[in-house]
């Protein structure tokens, strides 16, 4: 035999124990490994949650900041409404759209915001209260305060 395949017969072999150990390691180790890594999650699952919700918030801020805090429709009752009663609307009504099928709660108003900031504060979307968001929404577009 030359030293050559020496070396090769040698490095299969300990290959082979050493898979052979790491197996075993695993199913020594198994219920550690499983308690480590729902430890890790549990531990960093409030937060991550803590870490979106603060992301969400300041893109929030960056849009309201840009667009005012003050629903935009001129007949509004309540334009200085709580500010947790203000939405970003498209102007053009076709806001429905960019939301997509997928996730119609938190998520979709953050892309809405992200969208915003990326092309950079376009003219066509404004603030609007809840009740005027959704006045228009059922009216063809329009506000029902403006057409009342
Ligand atoms: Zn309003
Ligand atoms: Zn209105």
Aim: with cysteine; proline share 4%; glycine share 6%.
């Amino acid at each position: 035999m030359t030293n050559r395949t020496n070396r090769i017969k040698y490095l299969q072999g300990y290959r082979a124990t050493h898979k052979k150990e790491m197996v075993a390691w695993r199913i020594r180790n198994k219920e550690r490994l499983k308690r480590y890594k729902k430890g890790y999650y549990e531990k960093n699952k409030s937060a991550l949650t803590l870490q979106q919700k603060g992301r969400r918030d300041n893109l929030k801020k960056l849009v309201f900041d840009h667009y005012g805090r003050r629903c935009n429709c001129p007949k509004c009752p309540t334009p200085d409404i709580d500010p947790l009663f203000l939405t970003i609307d498209h102007i053009n009504n076709d806001g429905y759209k960019e939301r997509g099928h997928k996730n119609r709660r938190g998520l979709s108003t953050t892309s809405i915001y992200l969208k915003i900031i990326r092309t950079g504060f376009p003219d066509t979307y404004q603030v609007l209260c809840w009740n005027c968001n959704c006045g228009k929404r059922l009216n063809n577009g329009i506000c029902p305060h403006l057409t009342l």
